[in-house]
């Protein structure tokens, strides 16, 4: 069980939300967790695309009053990107090219619902040397 690291134990509007099991995450945990689809192994200075989905295993609303605001990315701490979501009009889905010199962790995704506070996907990257 991954460790709340972050958040506040009951309060989803109180640090960075992940699921508590994430082999049998919950409803909600499941509309809001990103996932980040990405190659396992990247060449150093080789762009990569990487796409972040929120609801990709069990949508999410995207309404004008319940949405996900933005989604930013990380490489362990190192930020990579954000990108701000108008509501209703977009879907919570974006695909980036990145390009790595080297990892000091993994992707690490946020995004933040209005509702339902900020939660935190991640996968493992490794880059190898050319
Ligand atoms: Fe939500």
Redo the contacts with the bound molecule.
Sequence with gaps: MPEAKYSCKDDILCGVNIPKDLKAPSE?EQ??LPVISAPDKVKKDEAFGVTVEVGKLKA??NEPG???EWIELYCGDTFLFRIGLAGSITAPKVTIPVKLTHAHGPLKAWAK????GLWEGTKDISIEET
């Design positions: 909600l509309k809001h999410h609303p319940h949405f996900i619902c209005n509702l339902h």
